[in-house]
C-alpha cells in the first residue's frame, strides 16, 4: 500500500509563496512509469488538476497557476514538490497529491492552502 506525507500548507497572504512536499513510501515516486500530480479542491467542487509530471520530466498545468506553479520530483528522495509563487485568493484550496501508476491511482490525505490578507 502507497503513502503520502503531504506537508508546507497554511496561511500566506496575496503574492506570497508556499513549497507543497509529497513523500511516498516505497520507491513509487522514482518509478519511471509513475506520473505524478498536484489537484486541488475546495468545497462544492469538483477536484481539479494543478500540475502534472511524468517519469520523464514533462511537465503541464492548469492554464489558472502555468507562469507561478512549478511541479518538480526528486527521485532519489520519493518526492514530489509544487512551488506556488504569487498566491491569489482563489488558490484557496485543499491540494493532493497523486500517483498514478499501470491504470492504479494512489491519493495523499491532502494539505490545506489559504491565501488570505
Known amino acids: 500500500q502507497v503513502q503520502f506525507v503531504e506537508s508546507g500548507g497554511g496561511l500566506v497572504q496575496p503574492g506570497g509563496s508556499l513549497r507543497l512536499s509529497c513523500a511516498a513510501s516505497?520507491?513509487?515516486?522514482?518509478?519511471?512509469?509513475?506520473?505524478m500530480a498536484w489537484y486541488r479542491q475546495v468545497p462544492g467542487k469538483q477536484r481539479e488538476l494543478v500540475a502534472a509530471?511524468?517519469?520523464?520530466?514533462?511537465?503541464n498545468y492548469a492554464d489558472s497557476v502555468r507562469g507561478r506553479f512549478t511541479i518538480s520530483r526528486d527521485n532519489a528522495k520519493n518526492t514530489v514538490y509544487l512551488q506556488m509563487n504569487s498566491l491569489k485568493s482563489e488558490d484557496t484550496a485543499v491540494y493532493y497529491c497523486?500517483?498514478?501508476?499501470?491504470?492504479?491511482?494512489?491519493w495523499g490525505q491532502g494539505t490545506q492552502v489559504t491565501v488570505s490578507s
Open positions: 509530471i511524468t517519469g520523464g520530466g514533462s511537465t
Open positions: 497523486k500517483a498514478s501508476q499501470w491504470g492504479k491511482d494512489y
Open positions: 516505497g520507491s513509487i515516486v522514482r518509478d519511471y512509469a509513475t506520473m
